[in-house]
């Protein structure tokens, strides 16, 4: 069964940086695209990030570039987002997900939700003005 488990969110200043963890389990890690999704208060979730294991790609959502980092060890399982430069807009639960390559391959917009197969349970971020 897959498993995907956030960890590192909180409260955080703007200015402040935080640094996201998601431990993977239960499918082939390598074989993943992995994306980081975030969903503000009567919002929809929206793609912050995403980043394959095959061709190095790692798109950013327009809204976090030059902040965000989005980066993976294959050896653990695991993918990470670093956040500097954090903002009040920047609040919201933040998910993990994972999307085949093939899937993102053939796709010109990665950083949708419905590509993605499995997702977290979600950790939430808070950034005070």
């Known amino acids: 069964e897959a498993q995907l488990v956030e960890s590192g969110g909180g409260l955080v200043q703007a200015g402040g940086s935080l640094r996201l963890s998601c431990a993977a389990s239960?499918?082939?890690?390598?074989?993943?695209?992995m994306g980081w999704f975030r969903q503000a208060p009567g919002k929809e979730r929206e793609g912050v990030a995403c980043?394959?294991?095959?061709?190095?790609?790692?798109p950013y959502a327009d809204s976090v570039k030059g902040r965000f980092t989005i980066s993976r060890d294959n050896a653990k399982n695991t993918v990470y987002l670093q956040m500097n430069s954090l903002k009040p807009e920047d609040t919201a639960v933040y998910y993990c997900?994972?999307?085949?390559?093939?899937?993102?391959?053939?796709?010109?917009?990665?950083?949708?939700?419905?590509?993605?197969?499995?997702w977290g349970q979600g950790i939430q971020v808070t950034v005070s003005s």
């Open positions: 997900e994972a999307a085949t390559e093939k899937t993102i391959e053939a796709v010109t917009t990665p950083l949708i939700p419905f590509w993605y197969d499995y």
């Open positions: 239960g499918f082939d890690f390598d074989e993943y695209v």
């Open positions: 980043i394959s294991n095959q061709n190095g790609r790692s």
